[in-house]
Nanobody, 126 residues
Framework: QVQLVESGGGLVQTGGSLRLSCEAS????????MAWFRQAPGSEREFVAAIAWRGGATYYADSVKGRFTISRRNAKNTVYLQMSTLKPEDTAAYYC???????????????????WGQGTQVTVSS
């Protein structure tokens, strides 16, 4: 079965950096568009960043543009989220998601994604 396992979360001060990783298994990783979403307590899950399976096009929420970078390494079945200049409002549980095979459209919508990880907590202290 498909598994997505996130790692790299933790506690960081305002202005700091973290890199999240998500290792996938049970799927042909190179044919899946991948994304990161986040959810803060009392809030809905929101789109953070996505990377398409073909061509590597990337998409970002306005709130993280210029601070976060999504990348993938197909040989390692892993997608990354490099987060810099972190702010307290970035505090949330971060979830990795995989769309269906060879899906390239609608990558900013959570309904596009078929598989989800369990999440990793990121806390930014002020």
């Amino acid at each position: 079965q498909v598994q997505l396992v996130e790692s790299g979360g933790g506690l960081v001060q305002t202005g700091g950096s973290l890199r999240l990783s998500c290792e996938a298994s049970g799927l042909t990783f190179g044919t899946y568009s991948m994304a990161w979403f986040r959810q803060a307590p009392g809030s809905e899950r929101e789109f953070v960043a996505a990377i398409a399976w073909r061509g590597g096009a990337t998409y970002y929420a306005d709130s993280v543009k210029g601070r976060f970078t999504i990348s993938r390494r197909n040989a390692k079945n892993t997608v990354y989220l490099q987060m810099s200049t972190l702010k307290p409002e970035d505090t949330a549980a971060y979830y990795c998601a995989a769309a269906g095979a060879m899906v390239s459209d609608g990558l900013t919508y959570h309904t596009t994604y078929r598989y989800w990880g369990q999440g990793t907590q990121v806390t930014v202290s002020s």
